[in-house]
């Protein structure tokens, strides 16, 4: 079908080739096209008037519209208990939602059916807050990370698989002595980093991170923005990025939007957004941050 056929033109625009890492195969999801007259293309993830509501409440999120371009950054901020989570897993079809409407690629996830999921499974992938309860206690480093290929590349040899699983060891930080490891003989930022390393080997269009730094010590924190803002900048692939801490945002978004009550208060560039907040509760997130005093100089 044609929406098969433009699949094959999208894997090769969502990251640049590099050694190593092999083309993805056919995904169920249309092509992104650049018109004749340099027209942007079309929005990777649009949401609408989106809402989810739980009983318990009189609504988790209200109105929620946003979009994600090809290899761009989304930065979702708010304090706790403002829908962030909620809003990113309703964009992963792990909570149904009660209005509205949430299109990848243009297609609505409505009318999603086995491949799209599949598909959708694969090219988006989530990093989430806590590393040691993203990894299965009872599996070994390197049978985490060939787990995801034998399931979506399932061509590939075990010599294949091993020699991809190294690079991403290399470009998060890791080396192969962590294969024979289990999660809970591993230090949080080194799980944080198994983490990404699972999520970057299928070369995913989007990486929804989820307070990826907030269970780490500030020191570990810095080296996992790193790896974070490396991988965005030199594979291309999108990012969507949820905490409450502005700086982070500021540092690895070029988009934000801020969150309150389950609603849409305050979105436009980071910068713009951060430096003339034009909503008062955007103004006390910022006055909220701590600010480290500047030490005086002797003499």
């Avoid at 079809?93 to 799209?116: C, D, N, Q």
């Avoid at 957004?273 to 500047?294: G, M, S």
Wanted: proline share 7%.
């Amino acid at each position: 079908s044609a929406l098969l056929a433009g699949a094959g033109a999208l894997s090769q625009r969502v990251t640049r080739p590099r050694v190593g890492w092999p083309a993805r195969s056919c995904l169920p999801f249309p092509a992104v096209h650049m018109s004749a007259d340099r027209e942007p293309p079309a929005p990777l993830l649009q949401v609408r008037g989106l809402a989810v509501h739980y009983r318990a409440h009189r609504g988790a999120l209200h109105d929620i519209s946003l979009e994600l371009g090809k290899g761009g950054a989304l930065g979702i901020c708010g304090e706790s208990g403002s829908g962030k989570s909620t809003l990113l897993r309703a964009l992963l079809g792990l909570v149904p939602i009660s209005h509205g409407e949430i299109h990848w690629y243009g297609r609505s996830m409505a009318t999603f059916g086995g491949k799209e999921w599949r598909a959708l499974r694969r090219i988006v992938q989530p990093v989430f807050q806590d590393p040691f309860a993203s990894l299965d206690p009872r599996m070994r480093v390197g049978e985490i990370l060939a787990e995801p290929l034998r399931v979506h590349r399932p061509e590939l040899g075990s010599a294949a698989r091993e020699r991809q699983i190294a690079a991403l060891l290399v470009r998060v930080g890791l080396t192969a002595t962590v294969l024979p490891h289990y999660p809970h003989e591993l230090s949080g930022g080194q799980c944080q980093r198994v983490c990404i390393a699972r999520a970057m080997l299928l070369e995913p269009a989007v990486l929804v991170c989820d307070e990826p730094v907030s269970a780490l010590d500030v020191s570990i924190q810095a080296q996992i923005l790193a790896v974070l803002q490396t991988l965005h900048r030199e594979s291309g692939t999108a990012l969507i990025f949820v905490s409450h801490n502005l700086a982070l945002v500021r540092r690895l978004c070029s988009q934000a939007i801020v969150l309150r009550g389950g609603a849409v208060v305050e979105a436009g560039p980071t910068r713009e957004v951060l430096d003339n907040p034009q909503h008062q509760y955007t103004r006390e997130l910022i006055a909220a941050v701590p600010v480290v005093p500047r030490r005086k100089r002797q003499g």
